[in-house]
């Protein structure tokens, strides 16, 4: 049983061989970064990486958790294969090869919380839809008040109008901005969050992100999986 956990950065100037055991979480084999994680190749390995983890060769049943974007290709974009296992990702996924001929399952999710923040929209919108009505009520009241004889009454119901009315305002263009953020975070994210393979693309491969899941039923190349009109979708990356 081998563990490392490094406070930032972990290079590594070979390899990690780990294997399959019966204990835990069947990986012999630990490496934990809080920064980012560089190396040749690792095999049967549980690694959790905060930075961004790339290795030159290989990825082979391993169980990766990376908070960032995960890379497995060397320098020329020749050589990098991810071969079975689990790749978790919050910032997309870029390999040579995916899979292997035999149809090795093979499991890429993208990390994130893109649903939560869908909803979260929604939730906004129909916060200004309900905060522009009661803009609308102020109005029609405003209009009932200017019709009444001008009176120190008058006066104090049109200041308190007006007041309402600037607050109700404010409130609208401050969700407006968060809707504005969160539409800005979901764009970010969709251009982020996919899978690229400039070689290989297997069969047995499959990708997830939050409820929308793709299955590779045969080998393609030179391709990205991204989410596509609300839907995970093959596209030829020339």
Request: charged share 25%.
């Amino acid at each position: 049983m081998a563990e490392v956990e490094a406070g930032g950065d972990l290079i590594i100037e070979k390899g990690v061989i780990g294997h399959h055991t019966e204990e835990g979480d069947h990986y012999s084999c630990h490496l934990t970064a809080h920064g980012s994680i560089e190396g040749v190749f690792a095999q049967y390995t549980k690694i959790t990486c905060h930075g961004t983890l790339h290795f030159n060769h290989q990825l082979i049943h391993c169980d990766v958790t990376c908070f960032d974007k995960v890379e497995v290709m060397d320098a020329g974009g020749r050589k990098g294969t991810i071969l079975g296992g689990i790749v978790r990702a919050l910032k997309g996924v870029a390999a040579v090869n995916v899979g292997a001929d035999a149809g090795t399952r093979t499991e890429i999710n993208m990390l994130g919380d893109l649903a939560a923040k869908y909803l979260e929209r929604k939730v906004l919108l129909q916060e200004i839809e309900e905060e522009e009505h009661k803009l609308h009520e102020i109005d029609q009241a405003a209009s009932k008040v200017n019709q009444l004889p001008d009176t120190d009454k008058k006066t104090t119901l049109i200041h308190r109008l007006n007041l309402s009315k600037q607050h109700e305002e404010a409130r609208i263009n401050d969700v407006k901005q968060r809707v504005e953020t969160i539409d800005n975070y979901i764009e970010n994210y969709i251009t982020q969050a996919r899978l690229t393979c400039q070689g290989h693309l297997y069969s047995g491969v499959v990708i997830s992100l939050d409820e929308h899941t793709l299955a590779i039923d045969h080998e393609r190349q030179g391709a990205f999986v991204g989410l596509l009109e609300n839907k995970l979708q093959i596209s030829p990356l020339n």
